[in-house]
């Protein structure tokens, strides 16, 4: 996805802000975000998985041993793994 225009980017927060007011607050503290964009792809999917479930530095830990184990993150290697060799590197 490409970057949007700074002032696309403040419209959407705007409007966020509107619509709610946690958001707001948090809008009026940090401020405009910086755009972070990833790669389209499965092992980014599983990653943000992952990084959900632990703290950053367990879940560091725990995708290192993933892609140490496996050749690629891709649903064909998860879905060829078995859950128990998943499970050892730490994913549940």
Do not use: H
Request: hydrophobic fraction near 45%; proline fraction near 9%; include cysteine.
């Amino acid at each position: 996805m490409p970057v949007p225009p700074a002032s696309a980017l403040k419209a959407a927060c705007t409007d966020l802000a509107k619509a709610d007011p946690a958001l707001a607050r948090a809008y009026r503290e940090a401020g405009l975000p910086a755009w972070r964009a990833r790669p389209v792809a499965y092992e980014t999917i599983a990653t943000t998985i992952a990084y959900q479930q632990v703290s950053t530095k367990a879940a560091a830990a725990i995708w290192a041993r993933v892609t140490d184990f496996l050749p690629a993150v891709t649903p064909e290697t998860v879905i060829e793994t078995d859950d128990d060799a998943l499970r050892n590197c730490g994913l549940s």
